[in-house]
Each structure stands twice: as C-alpha cells, then as structure tokens.
C-alpha cells in the first residue's frame, strides 16, 4: 500500500506500507507486524523519468514531422 503523509516538518513524503497479520487456530488476530518505508526520493526519481520519456517522445514525433537535410559539401568550378 502506498500514501502520502505529512511529515512532522511540515513537508509531504511517500510510504509504502505492508503489514502482516499472524492469527491463531481459530482465526483470531494476534498480532500485527509491519514497515513504512519513506520511498519519495523513489517516487521524484520516477517522476523525473516519466518527464524525460515524455519530452524525448515529444522531440522524436517533431524530427519525424520536420525533417530535413542541408549539403554543407559545396563544389567550386
């Protein structure tokens, strides 16, 4: 599971949570154990991924619209 939670400083961070619940014979829950585990950084790096795969898709469907050629090979007579 994953949220956002504000942090005491004030600032948002990401969590990814799991927990497991251990029960007895009959089914009853006798204790939960579990992490939260801050993943923002994760989470600003797959962001910044997802912006760059983006503005490379972008830039590749231009050079597909506009392409072009110059002959910088001139003869002189």
Same mark, same amino acid.
């Given at each position: 599971l994953t949220y956002r939670v504000r942090h005491q400083e004030?600032?948002?961070?990401?969590?990814l949570d799991q927990a497991y619940i251990?029960?007895?014979?009959?089914?009853?829950?006798?204790r939960v154990v579990g992490?939260?585990?801050d993943i923002?950084?994760?989470?600003?790096?797959?962001?910044?991924?997802k $912006?760059?795969? *983006?503005r490379m898709?972008?830039?590749m $469907?231009?050079? *597909?619209?506009?392409?072009w050629e110059i002959d910088l090979i001139?003869?002189?007579v």
């Open positions: 004030g600032h948002w961070i990401d969590i251990f029960r007895d014979a009959v089914g009853n829950i006798e992490i939260a585990i923002s950084e994760r989470k600003q790096v797959e962001e910044a991924l $912006q760059s795969e *983006e898709r972008l830039a $469907q231009a050079a *597909e619209m506009y392409t001139t003869r002189m």
